[in-house]
């Protein structure tokens, strides 16, 4: 009877951590499509805004155009971190949310100086916060590299 309840405590155990480790896959899974998904929306807006900027000097339409972007860039990494990252993403995630903090600070100062009618597109061009963003998809490609 002993080695009974041993033996079913033995796969008890083995069932459990099964599916820890398959909860730990899935969940992987999941952050690199968010993060994947993260990457396409910082790509199209390095893409996009420097464009839109130049525009917006001469056009009060664009430039409100360029501020929704830089709005929705701004809510996208705040979106972004809030997600949790596995284990095995930890220290590269960390480094994405550091970027995406220097970019929300480089956007916010952007929002000022539309609202203060300061707006000059040459703030973008030297700007750190395409550099920064430019950082992060490095960083979501080490992830994409680690085969997950």
């Not at 820890?20 to 996009?48: C, G, I, K, P, R």
Request: proline content about 3%.
């Amino acid at each position: 009877m002993r080695k009974l309840w041993i033996g079913i405590l033995i796969t008890v155990g083995l069932v459990l951590g099964g599916c820890s480790f398959v909860e730990e896959a899935n969940n992987t899974v999941s952050y690199v499509n968010e993060a994947t998904s993260y990457l396409n929306e910082v790509n199209d807006f390095v893409n996009e805004v420097p464009a839109i900027a130049s525009e917006a000097v001469n056009d009060p339409q664009t430039l409100t155009e360029l501020e929704s972007k830089l709005i929705d860039m701004k809510n996208e990494i705040q979106s972004f971190s809030e997600v949790q990252a596995p284990e095995i993403t930890a220290d590269l995630h960390q480094q994405i949310l550091d970027y995406s903090q220097q970019a929300e600070e480089g956007i916010d100062l952007y929002l000022t100086h539309i609202e203060e009618g300061k707006f000059d597109p040459s703030i973008l061009e030297d700007a750190e916060l395409f550099q920064t963003l430019e950082e992060i998809t490095t960083i979501v490609d080490e992830i994409k590299q680690l085969g997950l």
